[in-house]
Every structure is written in structure tokens, then in C-alpha cells.
């Protein structure tokens, strides 16, 4: 079967066009850049390259940028005292900060203390509560990413069976809420799996539309797939591979070359949901600049 690729990297670039575009018509009217923080604690590699992509990712639309960053062993009041600075500070829209955080920062306490006006990443009670209640909200970057790209490719969701593979709080429950709530895209009726979950194969293969984010490269094989289903892979795993001179490849959580032909659509790794990722904070920011979500 023809299927569509569903291409993270260029609907990315588009939405950020749009972004930059956005903030010129701000800047011609007399308004100020959409101003992002970002608080990065220690030397994590990982950590550190996510959050340099995305101070890159704000020079390339437009928006200003901070980074704060404090060695491993900043202590908690500090942090927090660094998080009350930000949220009174109305220069800045948006505050992010990177995890993990050490073992002796309590990630809840400084997740609590960000304004929910400027949480950004959608992480704080007061917004997956506003996500549960269909409220508008900060939707965090990754479902976020996953709704935008269902979107834009106008998949139909309403009425489909929607199978989610992994309950994880950033991803795979969220997901689940959304595709649920009454909206577009939403309206499916959903089921949502787990690692605890019986004869997995037999719910998979019930899916129009199967959002795979269980943390297990190609564990998503063609007999877990219907005929015709469209297939969202968020997983992503860097493996050694000599023969490429990054050292790795990246692969999904989903077996690609084999499911790909029964689908209708599909995203691959790289280059699906990672980008949309990045482009949903952008987005977020750009949403807590114009006070579209609090008003
Ligand atoms: P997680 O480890 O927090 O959660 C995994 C979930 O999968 C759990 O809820 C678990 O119950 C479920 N699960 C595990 N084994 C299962 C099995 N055999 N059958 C059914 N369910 C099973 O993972 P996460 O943070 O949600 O991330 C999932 C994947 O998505 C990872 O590969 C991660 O790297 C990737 N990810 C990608 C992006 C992106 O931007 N593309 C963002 C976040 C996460």
C-alpha cells in the first residue's frame, strides 16, 4: 500500500516559519519578543544539548532567550528563589527547566513553584489539569507535537479506535486524553496500554490509529498492525553502528520498514515526532506572550 510519511522536520520548519512571522507582526506593532528562560543544573551531555537546541531553536524565531545555569550542587532554595525571580518577572513568558534534576532537588517542589501562566512545558498540576478538563492550556511538547502533526496532515480521528502503547505521564497519558477530549483532532475512542497490559497484539490490531511510546526499539511489528492504520512512533533509541560516522543510528519504538507498507500513514524516526517536539515549545511560548491561554 502507498503510505504518507508524515514529515516531523518539514511541518517543524513550517510552523517555525509561521512563528517568525508572528513575532515580526508583534515587533512591526509595537510589541515586545516572546521571551523564553530555560534553567539547566549541572553537566548532564544529554540535558545540555536539548537545552542549547532550544535557546537555538528561539534565536531562529525570533524570541529572546535566557539560560540559567547552576552547577550540580546549587541547593534547592536557591533554585526555587531563582524560580519566584522569573515568575515575577514580566519581562519574561515562559520558564522552563531541564530534567532531571539531582536527587537532592525535589522536581515536584520546583514543578509546583513555577506559574502555571508560564509553565511552558505544560508539567504543573494546575495545566494537565486544565488538559484533563479541556480547558486551554500549555499541552506538553511531545502530545502537543503528535496533535499538530495529526492536524496538519488532516488524519481523521473522530469515531477511529485510537490505541495508545505506554501510560508515561509526558507521553503516553496525556496522549490518551487527547485523543479522547471532544476536539479536533480528539473524538476517537481511545484505549490506553501498558506494561501490564494482557494480549497486547490483539488490541494493536484493532487500531486506526496506533501512538506507539513504550521506550523499546522496533518492539511494534507488522502483526501488530490493521491494514490501513496510521501509525505515530514517538519512541527513539540511539544505537551503536560503526558503519555510520556518528557512530549510532536512531530507530523508533516501531519495526518501520515492515509496518510502514500496511499503513496509511506513518512517522518515521528520525524525523517525525522529534522535531514536532521542539517546535511545540515554541509554540507554547509564543501562545504565553500573546496571553492566549491565561488571559
Ligand atoms: P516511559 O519509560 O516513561 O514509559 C514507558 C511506558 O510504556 C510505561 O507506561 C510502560 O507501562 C509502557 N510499557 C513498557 N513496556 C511495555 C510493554 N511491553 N507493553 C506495553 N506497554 C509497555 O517512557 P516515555 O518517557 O513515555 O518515552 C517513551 C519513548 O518515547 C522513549 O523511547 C522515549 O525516548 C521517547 N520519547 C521521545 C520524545 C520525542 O521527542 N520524540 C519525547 C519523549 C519521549
Known amino acids: 500500500m502507498a503510505y504518507t510519511l508524515i514529515d516531523g522536520n518539514k511541518t ?4 517555525k516559519l509561521e ?13 515586545k519578543r516572546p521571551h523564553l528562560a530555560a534553567m539547566l543544573v549541572g553537566e548532564d551531555g544529554a540535558s545540555r544539548t536539548y537545552v542549547n537546541a532550544k535557546v537555538k531553536d528561539c534565536e531562529e524565531v525570533g524570541f529572546t532567550s535566557t539560560l540559567v545555569r547552576f552547577g550540580a550542587d546549587v541547593t534547592e532554595e536557591e533554585l526555587l528563589a531563582k524560580v519566584e525571580e522569573i515568575n515575577n518577572d514580566p519581562a519574561i513568558d515562559g520558564l522552563i527547566v531541564q ?25 504543573h498540576p494546575v495545566n494537565v489539569g486544565r488538559l484533563a478538563l479541556n480547558w486551554p492550556t500549555y499541552i506538553s511538547a511531545t502530545p502537543n507535537g503528535v496533535m ?29 486524553i487527547l485523543m479522547a477530549r471532544n476536539g479536533q483532532p480528539g473524538n476517537a475512542t481511545v ?10 497484539k490483539d488490541i494493536t490490531r484493532m487500531a486506526d ?16 498492525v490493521k491494514e490501513g492504520a496510521v501509525v505515530i512512533d514517538v519512541g527513539i533509541h540511539r544505537i551503536d553502528d ?10 523508533g519504538d516501531v519495526k518501520f520498514d515492515e509496518v510502514a507498507p500496511k499503513t496509511t500513514a ?12 521542539r517546535a511545540a515549545l515554541l509554540m507554547n511560548t509564543l501562545l504565553a506572550a500573546e496571553k492566549k491561554v491565561y488571559k
Not at 517543524?12 to 510552523?15: L, N
Not at 499538530?148 to 509526558?170: D, N
Not at 501512538?211 to 511494534?220: D, H, Q, R, S
Request: glycine share 10%; proline share 7%; charged share 20%.
Open 19 to 31: 512563528i517568525a512571522d508572528k513575532v515580526a507582526s508583534i515587533i512591526a506593532d509595537g510589541g
Open 148 to 176: 499538530e502533526l495529526l492536524a496538519r496532515y488532516q488524519i481523521e480521528t473522530a469515531g477511529k479506535h485510537c490505541v495508545v502503547i505506554g501510560r508515561s505521564h509526558i507521553v503516553g497519558s496525556p496522549m490518551s
Open 191 to 200: 484505549t490506553l496500554t501498558h506494561s501490564r497490559t494482557q494480549n497486547l
Open 12 to 15: 517543524a520548519k513550517e510552523i
Open 266 to 277: 506513518i512517522t518515521p524516526v528520525p524525523g517525525g515526532v522529534g522535531p514536532m517536539t
Open 99 to 123: 530534567l532531571p534534576l539531582p536527587n537532592h532537588i525535589d522536581v515536584v517542589k520546583v514543578t509546583n513553584r513555577i506559574r502555571p501562566e508560564k509553565d511552558v512545558d505544560g508539567f
Open 242 to 251: 560503526a558503519s555510520k560516522k556518528s557512530g549510532f543510528r536512531l530507530l
Open 209 to 224: 490509529i496506533l501512538i506507539v511510546a513504550l521506550g523499546k526499539p522496533e518492539f511494534v511489528t507488522a502483526d501488530m
